[in-house]
């Protein structure tokens, strides 16, 4: 488990990506990576998402961890892993999506919220559980999921900021998940490219000091 997900804890932030068009997500990673925040989940809400992840995969290499999120069918899962996809995101947890995800041999990060979803995660064998909305709960409540479940590899996505990132990895996270405050929907829609490589300078900023 640990080897499999060593990638993911490197980057220890993911940027959440949801961009309108193929171009501008290739835009907006680039910044995000520029800044300093090298994993980037392409949704499959951004049109052609296998494609970009290819395309970032060319530019990148492993300088990048680039992964696939959103993904909601076992024909996604299989066109984001042919792509060259590290690692498969889902919002929740359907035990034959899921299984799909896991059949392409690439990291699977399911969805959950309650303790039965965080348990029909791990039993159905994911890598990571996406704790999702984490904004809910906020760090507290992934905290009181440490109880039931010390050693599940936990990653809060949603309401995480620069300014909480520190309070997530106290709580247990493995990793986290940024969108909005991290690939902001405005910047990539208006091209504001250097306000999105601030935006991921900050994130690196308060992860460098979590790991101190």
Do not use: C
């Not at 909005?180 to 405005?186: I, V």
Request: charged share 15%.
């Amino acid at each position: 488990m640990t080897d499999r997900l060593s990638r993911a804890r490197a980057a220890g932030v993911l940027a959440v990506l949801r961009a309108p068009s193929p171009e501008s997500a290739l835009e907006a990673a680039d910044a995000i990576i520029r800044g300093g925040i090298p994993g980037i989940e392409v949704t499959y809400s951004t049109p052609d998402a296998p494609t970009v992840i290819r395309e970032l995969i060319a530019r990148h290499g492993d300088a990048a961890y680039i992964g696939a999120g959103t993904v909601t069918t076992p024909e996604q899962a299989a066109a984001a892993a042919e792509a060259g996809a590290e690692f498969l995101v889902s919002p929740g947890t359907l035990p034959a999506l899921t299984r799909a995800m896991l059949d392409t041999g690439k990291v699977v990060m399911t969805g959950a919220l309650t303790p039965t979803e965080v348990m029909t995660a791990l039993e159905l064998g994911v890598d990571v559980v996406k704790i999702f909305p984490a904004s809910l709960g906020g760090p507290a409540y992934l905290g009181a999921l440490r109880g039931p479940f010390p050693d599940a590899p936990l990653m809060p996505t949603g309401g995480v900021k620069p300014e909480n990132v520190a309070d997530w990895f106290a709580a247990g996270a493995v990793a986290v998940g940024a969108g909005g405050d991290l690939a902001n929907s405005a910047s990539i829609t208006a091209g504001d490219w250097a306000d999105l490589e601030a935006r991921a300078s900050s994130f690196a900023a308060a992860l460098a000091a979590v790991r101190g």
